[in-house]
Nanobody
């Protein structure tokens, strides 16, 4: 089992930046970590992932603006979000996967005003 706690969300103007953090309750070095988001009335969607080896993958909508990273020593994953747009407004969820197990955080709200 692993508990995930997101932080760093908030209200920001379009064009601004935020950095989300996801703190895990145990070592995550073997986990594939990711960020997903869910806007009101929409399904949860993929944002970015990072493997244990550091390989990254991004949704086309955030490529070039968002950067996912991890600090295994701190059991933490980050999502640096730059050039934010109103359509980035959503609850952002941290995700951890190892073998067949998947874990989710409680989410953190990101609101981008125009």
């Amino acid at each position: 089992q692993v508990q995930l706690v997101e932080s760093g969300g908030g209200l920001v103007q379009a064009g601004g930046s935020l950095r989300l953090s996801c703190a895990a309750s145990r070592s995550i070095f073997s986990f594939n970590m990711g960020w997903y988001r869910q806007a009101p009335g929409k399904q949860r969607e993929f944002v970015a992932t990072i493997t244990g080896g550091g390989d990254t993958n991004y949704a086309d909508s955030v490529k070039g603006r968002f950067t996912i990273s991890r600090d295994n020593a701190k059991n933490t994953v980050y999502l640096q979000m730059n050039s934010l747009k109103p359509e980035d407004t959503a609850v952002y969820y941290c995700n951890a996967r190892v073998f067949t197990a998947t874990y989710w955080g409680q989410g953190t709200q990101v609101t981008v005003s125009s």
